[in-house]
Each structure stands twice: as structure tokens, then as C-alpha cells.
């Protein structure tokens, strides 16, 4: 007879993309001592780098895709955006809307599905997708949906998880199998999108202007990544690259082609 123990591990690390997660933990989004607030430490690094393309915040209507808690909208609510944030689990909604009324920040939430966004066309200036496309059901469609809700000229912020030997090697075995940091089932590597991917889809949907940089958490070698994991538990942060590898995490921006040519978002 197989313990239930036994089987309930079994069957939990049979899951693969648990978006269910992020349902679990939602209570928890703004919690510091929380695992999952380890999610917004990203956010200063990845701001810096699409701040190189946007230099004002200020008056942009901006959708967050899969905002979940509120991390990114909050950021951009504090530099004078007008935010807005979807994303399909609906407690995430909830408490991102709580936050926000507790920091006096006037974002607007609903909850939705990337693949069929509940906007007109061309109504954003920035639609920003973090940490989303390698979760959706269908990154294309996200990313048809995306193109569309922008207004020309519109610029397209990212980031995703590369498919290679070594992001499986890095964000599945050891991070959710080996050491646990990450619960196992969050990621499905078959779900990770590589940028040669990512790179024809934009074409073909219509962005051009595409940059792509490597977006390095752990560092290049196996000892990079024991010193980002002590540097996180002790100091409560990332030590966060900006670099050309794009072999685990990488981040860009692209522009929607306008018919009067490219236009400076700010």
C-alpha cells in the first residue's frame, strides 16, 4: 500500500504550470516575511532597464498583464501612471485592490485572461508583461492581444524564461526539486518561450524596434548561484544583471509600428 504521504508528493510534483499557486498565496502577496514577496525585489532592476526606452511615467495609460498582487502597478501608480491591472486569479485581485486603497493609489483591477483582454484597441501607451508569458494557456495569442490594446507607437515591456538545458536546469531542478525555493510544479518547461520565438512572433504580429538583454538572477556559474540564494536570505535582495546572456531569464521591450513610423513614448 503506498503511504498517503508518499502519494500527495507524488501527485503534487505531477503539476506542471500551477497556476493555482498564485490563488494559494495571495493573501501573502504583500506579506515581507512571505516567500512569494521575494516576486517584487525584481522590480527595481526590471524598471531601471524599460526605463531606457521610457522616460516618464507620468500621464501613460498603462496595463499590467497578470499583475497579480499589485507589484508592478503599484510602481508605476507611484511614478504618475494611470494603471491598470488584470489577471485571472481572482484573489490576486482582491489583494491587490486592498493594497492599493490602503497606499491611496488610484489603480484600477479587474480580473481577466491575457489571451482575451477586456479592452478597446489601441487604448494603452505601455503594456507591461512580467514574469507571465511563460504561465499563460497561449503566449502567441497573449501576445496578438497585447499588439492590439496598444496605441501606435506603444511600447511592449517583458520578461520571460528562456527554453534551455540550463533554465530547466536552474528554475526546475534545483529551485523547485533540489532546494525547494520555488514550489515544485510552478514551472512547466515546455511553457518557456526562447527569444528566437518570442523575436518572429513580435515581427510577425507587428512590433519592431525589438531589444532583448539577459536578465541574470543567479548568476553564471553554479557558485553565482549559492551566493544569490545566501544574498537573498540574509539581505533580503537580488543582486540583479543586466547582461547579453539569454540562456535563463531575459528582458526587452518592443514598439508597435505606427503608420506614421515610430514614435517616441516619452
Not at 500621464?59 to 491598470?84: F, H, M, P
Not at 539581505?235 to 544583471?241: E, K, P, T, V
Request: hydrophobic residues 40%.
Amino acid at each position: 500500500m503506498i503511504n498517503p504521504f508518499i502519494r500527495q508528493i507524488t501527485h503534487r510534483s505531477s503539476v506542471k504550470n500551477d497556476l493555482e499557486f498564485y490563488d494559494r498565496t495571495a493573501s501573502e502577496w504583500w506579506d515581507e516575511a512571505a516567500d512569494i514577496y521575494a516576486l517584487s525585489k525584481l522590480n527595481p532592476a526590471r524598471f531601471h532597464y524599460f526605463e531606457r526606452v521610457i522616460k516618464d511615467w507620468t500621464g501613460l495609460r498603462v496595463l499590467d498583464v497578470g499583475c497579480g498582487g499589485g507589484y508592478s502597478c503599484e510602481n508605476i501608480a507611484k511614478q504618475g501612471a494611470i494603471a491598470t491591472g488584470i489577471d485571472q486569479s481572482h484573489a490576486c485581485i482582491e489583494a491587490a485592490q486592498h493594497h492599493a486603497i490602503q497606499m491611496d493609489l488610484p489603480i484600477t483591477y479587474q480580473q481577466g485572461y491575457a489571451e482575451h483582454l477586456p479592452f478597446a484597441d489601441d487604448r494603452f501607451d505601455v503594456v507591461v508583461c512580467v514574469d507571465v508569458l511563460e504561465h499563460v494557456s497561449d503566449w502567441q495569442q497573449t501576445v496578438r492581444e497585447i499588439f492590439r490594446v496598444l496605441k501606435p507607437g506603444g511600447i511592449f515591456c517583458f520578461d520571460t524564461i528562456n527554453k534551455t538545458a540550463t533554465s530547466r536546469l536552474i528554475l526546475i531542478t534545483l529551485l523547485e526539486n533540489i532546494l525547494r525555493k520555488i514550489p515544485a510544479g510552478v514551472h512547466d518547461w515546455n511553457q518557456f518561450v526562447s527569444p528566437d520565438e518570442l523575436s518572429e512572433c513580435l515581427a510577425q504580429t507587428g512590433f519592431s524596434s525589438v531589444t532583448m538583454n539577459g536578465f541574470d538572477l543567479f548568476g553564471r556559474s553554479p557558485w553565482g548561484y549559492v551566493q544569490t540564494l545566501w544574498h537573498y536570505q540574509t539581505r533580503r535582495a537580488f543582486q540583479i544583471g543586466i547582461d547579453d546572456d539569454l540562456s535563463v531569464m531575459y528582458i526587452g521591450w518592443a514598439q508597435k509600428r505606427s503608420p506614421e513610423g515610430e514614435i517616441d513614448a516619452r
